[in-house]
Structure formats: structure tokens, C-alpha cells
């Protein structure tokens, strides 16, 4: 797998080091501590994971978006959105299926990203997607905010307009509950 773009390079430093404000040594040390080790062995497992999926390794660089509050990373490679579900955390596991579930069952309803691939794999759970469409509502401009809005009204009426009945989980109070208390 190609590494990481977090390399320091001369003009990184240099620039780091000419900053004339009294910020510069707290961004430096911030800058030095980066923990390449461990961003190293989160493009390991999403080059596993995208090797468990079939997918030619990478060429491109891979982003490691976050490991978010859940513990789960999710890494951006190209047109390709990698989550994974690490083993040592099994509610996690249960959660992202959930999710993968949701994914299909809306993904003939209304629109939602491909599954590429989805599964068990070296180290948990994976999912592997194509990227949404599109700008994060919180990314966009003043002069876009309107057309944003709209988009988002639009995609929640859709949500509201399937029919409840045919929805197979079960979000009820009764079945919440339970979920709560598990975690």
C-alpha cells in the first residue's frame, strides 16, 4: 500500500520554523507528534480490507477520515468509502451490519451509496462504498446554503414518505431499550 500523506517534508519544516508568531513552537510539537505508527496500521487494515473485498491494492493515497467517537475507522480511498468495525468491538460489529442492512433494504427506495462490498474480514467487520454525492451541508457556501437546504428537505420527505409498515427493523421504544442497556 502507498503511505500515507503525512510525510514531513523540507519545506513542511521550513516553513513550520519561520513562522514568527508565538504559536509556532505549540504547532511544530503538534505537527512532530504526529502518531505515524498508528496511521500506519489504519491504512494496513484498509488495505486488508480492501484486499478481504477483492479490490486491487491501492495506488492511490488513502485518507483517514476519523476513528470517530465509536472506534470505528472510516478511510476515504478515491471514489471509495472503507468503515470498519473493529473485532475487539462486537456491539460495533452488530451496529455497522445494522447498517449495511438499512443500506440494501433503502438503496431499492430511495437514494443511498453502492455497497461495493460488505462483510466479515481480517480485522471485524467492513463495509466498502462508493462516496455519497455531493457537499456536507456544513461545507457549503452562503451562496449554496439555499439549494442545500432544499436537497436535504428533499431527501428527508423521501424518507418519510416509504411507507412505515414496510419497514423491517424495529426502532420502537420496546426495542431501544434493550439496545441501550447493551451498550
Not at 9 to 26: G, K, R
Not at 42 to 58: F, K, R, S, T, W
Not at 62 to 74: A, F, N, P, T
Not at 133 to 152: F, K, M, N, W, Y
Amino acid at each position: 500500500c502507498p503511505p500515507l500523506n503525512l510525510t514531513r517534508t523540507n519545506n513542511e519544516h521550513y516553513l513550520l520554523s519561520s513562522l514568527m508568531c508565538t504559536h509556532a513552537t505549540a504547532l511544530l510539537g503538534l505537527f512532530m507528534s504526529l502518531d505515524l505508527t498508528a496511521l500506519s496500521a489504519a491504512e494496513d487494515a484498509i488495505c486488508h480490507v480492501l484486499a478481504d473485498a477483492g479490490m486491487p491494492p491501492p495506488a492511490a493515497r488513502i485518507d483517514v477520515v476519523s476513528h470517530g467517537k465509536s472506534g470505528d475507522l472510516v478511510a476515504l480511498y478515491g471514489p471509495v468509502v472503507v468503515k470498519l468495525a473493529p473485532s475487539a468491538l462486537s456491539h460495533n460489529i452488530a451496529l455497522l451490519a445494522q447498517e449495511i442492512e438499512a443500506m440494501r433494504w433503502l438503496g431499492d427506495r430511495v437514494r443511498t451509496p453502492a455497497i461495493l462490498w460488505a462483510g466479515p474480514c481480517e480485522a471485524g467487520y467492513a463495509l466498502v462504498s462508493e462516496t455519497a454525492d455531493g457537499t456536507p451541508v456544513s461545507h457549503v457556501d452562503e451562496g449554496q446554503a439555499r439549494a442545500a437546504l432544499i436537497a436535504t428537505i428533499e431527501s428527508l420527505a423521501a424518507l418519510h414518505a416509504l411507507p412505515p409498515t414496510d419497514c423491517p427493523f424495529d426502532r420502537t421504544l420496546a426495542a431501544r431499550i434493550p439496545m441501550a442497556e447493551a451498550q
